[in-house]
């Protein structure tokens, strides 16, 4: 991994920002190195997934509209035509709506077609290398999201290409064969009527650049099969009534599965431009990234971190700061031993933190978390500051002999399951290794 692009990256930025744009170097410089990703897994399965629903619902789109040509009278069936073409994919969007208004957000699920889209791309990752969605579900929010999106845009992708290969069957059929238009019925004039009412509201769209892809009332009438023939003859039906077709397929099927496609593809990359990497494993990662990079973040320590000795470990300045400036890279300014602050004490907290740019440290023993205790300080002290003012955790254990001394292995886990069971983009922990103390 480049550690200079991973130290140019981050600088300047903080919270969430910095997770996301730290570890996205941190990927690329791991790619760099080789080896097969989960991620790669779903690209490529999602890639050859994608590619089989576009071109099999292009095809499925060619096969539908020949299948509709009726090869005795080598003409369209018009009401058929409209109903499969049109009627039956804007029945299907608008449930396909109103279930997901009614289903809610992504992160509580997925559709049906969705979950069978991603059974089968994690079908063609291979067996045991899909673990990281059954993670990715558990934890939802953004990242689940985001996969919910992605899939969404892909079934409209498929919807699109349905619809485009609707219009080529057509267009092959009017090119390479003599086909026509045609309805039928044992009341031509109530039929007829309603054929009437359904174009005019079908074409209202484009009626007014383009009136003559709508049919006419004397033009529907003269498409009607009658004693063996179309009234108007075969061609002259074609003429009258293959640009509303195409044109209807154009607005009511493919442009709606167009702007969801459009939104989809918004919401995905909005869900993942607000990927906060808060969940347990993303934070164990976050603290390996930069750990041992810490110091190379900022070019100079931060001053005015306000230090709250919450543990009574009895420490001064004069024992930490070295570890402050060299770890956590800030240099302290006030320093006050508190328990949990009463309502009166807030106005003067609150101007202790305004004057603290660099943040607030709480500083407290190993053995000594009180999670009630320390996530009540934790809540007070975000309702006084800002949402990206730093909150850092300042582990440390004092021997017996007044020596700091390195924080055991059970505490620093029990220390990370509690900061990261606070989800704050802005906090972090420390401990410390019990070198250069007094």
Known sequence: MDEVALRDSVKGLDGPEARRVGMRVWLDGKRKGGGE?????????????????????????????????????????????LGVSVGLQLLILVAAFVAWLLRGRFSKGLGVVQKLLGWLIGKLGGTGKMEWWRTLRLEGGKGWEAMGWNLVRLTQAGAVMFSAGLMVGLLGCIWFLEVGFFWESTTPEWMGEKIS?????????????????????????????SDGGILGGRMESAGAWYPFVFASIFFWG?????????????????????????????????????????????????????????????????????????????????????????????????????????GVVLLA???????????????????????????????????????????????KTVWKDFADGLADAALEVFFHDGEGGP
Do not use: C
């Open 254 to 358: 493919m442009l709606p599965r167009l702007v969801f496609w459009g939104y989809a593809v918004f919401r995905e990359r909005k869900a993942l431009g607000a990927l906060d990497f808060q969940s347990k494993r993303h934070r164990e990662l976050w603290r390996e990234i930069m750990g041992t990079r810490r110091a190379d973040v900022s070019e100079a320590p931060l001053d005015g971190v306000l230090v709250l000795d919450v543990g009574g470990t009895g420490l001064r300045e004069k024992d930490l700061r070295g570890f402050m400036l060299r770890r956590l890279r800030v240099n302290p300014g006030e320093w006050h031993e508190v328990g949990v602050w009463d309502a009166g004490g807030e106005a003067a907290a609150a101007e202790s933190i305004r004057k603290a740019p660099a």
């Open 365 to 411: 023993e190993g053995w000594a978390l009180s999670p009630p205790r320390m996530a009540a300080l934790h809540k007070q002290i975000r309702s006084l500051a800002q949402a990206e003012t730093p909150i850092y955790f300042l582990v440390v254990n004092v021997g017996s002999d007044g020596k700091l001394e390195e924080v055991k292995g059970e505490e």
């Open 37 to 81: 990703f989960p991620g790669e897994v779903w690209a490529s399965g999602r890639f050859v997934v994608g590619a089989v629903v576009v071109v099999g619902m292009f095809l499925a789109g060619i096969g539908v509209m020949t299948g509709m040509l009726d090869r005795e009278k080598m003409a369209f069936h018009v009401p058929m035509v």
């Open 197 to 225: 009412m359904v174009v005019g509201l079908l074409g209202f769209p484009w009626h007014w650049a383009f009136p003559e892809w709508v049919p006419s009332m004397e033009r529907i009438v003269m498409t009607r099969w």
